[in-house]
């Protein structure tokens, strides 16, 4: 299985996925950022794995830009793209050319918790639990079908910065989990929802 990984930034996701692609069955293909200086291609380049760089600011319209990303993408003829702290909001387009193989993470326990800042907002409503979610892209921002969740127990002591720690710990688990099952062929998205075959594996 060939994985193309999108990233924005750090690429702490996208380092477990890369430490987990030899057991977990798949390959990545290469890692394409919007951000230059991001950290994520360093990791990317010391594993050998091809990157490139589309800088969003260099096109007139969101559509162009996903134009261009698609056919980046699509040079690498991936069978899975992967998300991983890739910031910016994708075209109707680019979702629906990717359908089924297109998997985001979202720092929440979704749906709750949709959008940015989710950590300040978790702690300010005063919520006991918090977590990650890993799901299929579909045209509704952080709505699409979930694969699978962590959960964290929020303590009094906590803070945006620790519990976006702890959550980021729990990311780093589940997220190259569920690449391997999409790898292994157990994992497929259709028009009800998700399908987990426990008997594929
Ligand atoms: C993670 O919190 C992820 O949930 C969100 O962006 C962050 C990416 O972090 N989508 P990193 O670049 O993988 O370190």
């Known amino acids: 299985c060939q994985v193309v990984v999108l990233i924005s930034g750090n690429g702490s996701n996208l380092q477990a996925i890369i430490d987990h692609s030899q057991a ?29 760089v589309l800088d969003h600011k260099t096109f007139s319209s969101r559509e162009a830009f996903d134009g261009q990303l698609m056919q980046e993408i699509d040079a690498f003829d991936p069978d ?5 702290g890739f910031m910016r909001i994708l075209s109707s387009g680019f979702v629906e050319h990717y359908a089924g193989r ?5 720092p929440s326990l979704l749906p709750a918790y949709k959008g940015t800042q989710t950590h300040q907002r978790v702690l300010d409503a005063g919520e006991l639990q918090h977590g990650a979610s890993v799901h299929f892209v579909t045209a509704e921002l952080d709505g699409g079908p979930v694969i699978r969740q962590a959960a964290i127990a929020i303590t009094s002591n906590d803070t945006a910065e620790s519990l976006a720690q702890r959550v ?3 990311e780093h688990k589940i997220y190259p989990e569920v690449v391997s099952w999409f790898a292994s062929g157990r994992l497929l998205m259709d028009a009800d929802g ?3 075959d426990e008997q594929r594996l």
């Open 80 to 84: 899975l793209v992967v998300l991983a």
């Open 102 to 106: 297109l998997l985001n993470i979202h």
């Open 194 to 196: 998700i399908l987990l």
């Open 168 to 170: 980021a710990i729990e």
């Open 24 to 52: 977990g069955g798949y390959q990545l293909a290469a890692v394409i950022s919007n951000r230059a200086d991001a950290y994520g291609l360093e990791r990317a380049t010391r594993s050998d794995i091809p990157t490139r």
